[in-house]
């Protein structure tokens, strides 16, 4: 942010409701009044997600918000609109520039930036099937498909069900975040069987690495099944694991990420692959006895064991998946591909 005072940190759901309320919404009422709408804070941010800091006013963030139309007005009265706001907000909100102007360093990336002239602000006006299609990738007002689950980042479905609604004029963001507030139930048990399998693959590989004196490989398969894990306890709990910034900090909001934190820490800071091994496998039995205590499936046993005939200390996660594809009703999701060992890196053998 280039202003020369930085005013005292207001998370930024909280400085776009009030935004809205104080600022937006009087001058919508006069640029369109009578007109149905909706206003939220949704989609990318880490304001959104609930992880800003001060930090975060250095791009992308400030006094923003999204106003929905039906899509019938938008032509009518989007333009209005938004000339109304460059003219009539004020240039500064609560201390930080309305105005957003380019950083110089790319394009698209925008800044809080004081200005005597019209507002450049980030108020978007639009519809809500146009914003979630291209938000999404799909139209969630439409029946969903599997593809559209499936296809679509967890990132992407944190966003649009998270953040915050101030006004739902138009009775749709409610319904549709409600659809896509969690994946349905035979989705749901597919998703975490692809997160399982993905465990298993490299379960024997942190004791092969180190076996062989690489213990820097050791390492680096212990930090890749640290992030299965992370990412499997958030789903287990119904949270859609963001992407890597903020992947701890949201699992630290979980009591999972409080009870597994210190075996994973000490993990990924073991000095050799048997401590690594060691504590991996404490963190392996703890998930193995959340997956059991949400009764999705028959017990199964959380007791890690030998690999084969290798000694290397292994759940064998793949007889979680196995567990899980069983209870899908639907044949069509109960098909479904889960990933092989060549999804991991091309090339990658079994052995």
Request: glycine share 6%; aromatic share 8%; hydrophobic share 40%.
């Amino acid at each position: 942010m280039s202003a020369p005072n930085m005013p005292a940190f207001l998370p930024g759901l909280e400085l776009s409701r009030r935004f809205y309320t104080e600022a937006v919404r009087p001058l919508l009422e006069e640029a369109a009044p009578g007109i149905p709408h909706s206003a939220a804070r949704i989609g990318s941010g880490s304001e959104v997600l609930g992880f800003d800091t001060a930090r975060s006013a250095d791009h992308e963030w400030g006094p923003r918000l999204q106003l929905f139309l039906r899509a019938r007005d938008v032509p009518r009265h989007a333009g209005r609109i938004r000339h109304v706001l460059a003219e009539h907000l004020p240039k500064t909100f609560h201390g930080y520039p309305t105005n957003f102007a380019p950083t110089g360093e790319a394009k698209d990336i925008r800044v809080m930036r004081a200005t005597d002239g019209p507002v450049h602000h980030r108020v978007e006006v639009t519809h809500t099937s146009a914003w979630f299609t291209a938000t999404l990738g799909f139209d969630p007002t439409s029946p969903l498909t599997p593809a559209d689950w499936l296809t679509t980042p967890t990132q992407r479905l944190a966003e649009v069900t998270t953040g915050a609604v101030f006004h739902d004029g138009l009775h749709t963001l409610s319904p549709i975040r409600t659809t896509l507030r969690w994946y349905p139930h035979d989705l749901w048990l597919h998703v975490l069987a692809r997160q399982w399998q993905a465990l298993s693959h490299e379960e024997a590989f942190v004791g092969r690495c180190g076996e062989v004196g690489d213990e820097l490989g050791s390492a680096v398969v212990a930090a890749r099944q640290t992030r299965h894990l992370m990412r499997l306890c958030l789903l287990m709990t119904r949270h859609y694991p963001p992407y890597s910034k903020w992947l701890g900090s949201a699992f630290a909001r979980i009591p999972a990420g409080e009870h597994l934190t210190p075996a994973l820490t000490a993990a990924l800071t073991a000095p050799d692959w048997r401590t690594r091994e060691t504590h991996l496998a404490s963190a392996y039995e703890a998930v193995a006895d959340l997956h059991n205590q949400l009764r999705l499936t028959d017990r199964v046993d959380p007791a890690t064991r030998p690999y084969h005939s290798r000694p290397y200390r292994v759940l064998h996660a793949e007889r979680f998946a196995k567990a899980l594809v069983a209870r899908i009703s639907d044949p069509a999701i109960r098909d479904l591909r889960l990933p092989g060992p060549e999804d991991l890196e091309p090339g990658h053998p079994t052995h």
